[in-house]
């Protein structure tokens, strides 16, 4: 990737730190009973949300609700591990000038902070939504200048398709579960292709961004995954002669 490579999609998950936040008293200092009732609280409000959730998804396939009523230790669990994302993607993806400021990180996983940290959260997110935005024109920019036709560029945006299966041989054909895509097309072959770079399995990886460019060949073709995990992205590049696509 030239320009949508894996650090601007990083620094697109840093546009929106403020949001959700809410300034609370209690994240001046660490307090542990602060931390409790406020974790007790949002605990109960993600129960119910997601107890509900159960019962229209059971209306919904005509199902048994019997499950609803399991241990609530199953919702409890659930919770714990969203704080624990929560935890991973918003404080450890902070400066570390902000993170000094943080008296405790639970705290902010849970949503809370003091009125100047989210005053500078906000401030980094208009910072980081203006580069992310600087290099997003600038790509348009160059593409354009590519000439590449243009259904051509529309057919290949997988984007948010999954890769089902992959065949690497003359050609390199990936085969897309495409139902949470964008497109009609769910398999893309390019022929006489080489493999200029490959960082992971594409295979249960997420397709994210492409970029185009003309060359002698015909294509040279970067793609950004999101790997399996729904976290590390992953870079794949490759030159061809030709691309087509498909419904099977």
Partial sequence: MKYLTSEWY???QKTSLHFGMRVHK???????????RLRKRK????????????????????????????????YKKAFSEFQEIMYTKKYEQLPATIQSQIADPRMFALGY????????????SLENDRRTR????????????ENI???????IGFHDCEVASCQFAQDIA??????????????????????????????????????LYRNQE?????????????????EFTLSCKDITFHIV
């Fill in 218 to 234: 015909g294509y040279e073709v970067h793609v950004l995954f999101l790997g399996p995990n729904g976290y590390k992205t992953h």
């Fill in 10 to 12: 990083e620094l697109c």
């Fill in 43 to 74: 605990e109960k409000v993600f129960i119910e949300d997601q107890r509900e959730w159960d019962l229209l998804r059971s209306l919904r396939e005509q199902a048994p609700d019997g499950h609803i009523h399991e241990s609530i230790d199953k």
């Fill in 174 to 211: 990936i085969q897309m579960e495409a139902s949470s895509g964008y497109t009609d097309y769910n398999r893309v072959i390019f022929h006489e292709a080489k493999v200029i770079k490959q960082e992971e399995s594409l295979v249960g990886s997420t397709w994210l961004y492409n970029e």
């Fill in 134 to 145: 600087a290099i997003l024109e600038e790509f348009f920019r160059v593409q354009k200048e």
């Fill in 26 to 36: 209690g994240a001046i200092h660490k307090a542990e009973a602060v931390y409790q």
């Fill in 113 to 124: 902070c003091t009125k100047e940290v989210k005053r500078q959260l906000k401030r980094l």
């Fill in 149 to 155: 036709p243009e259904d051509m560029i529309t057919n």
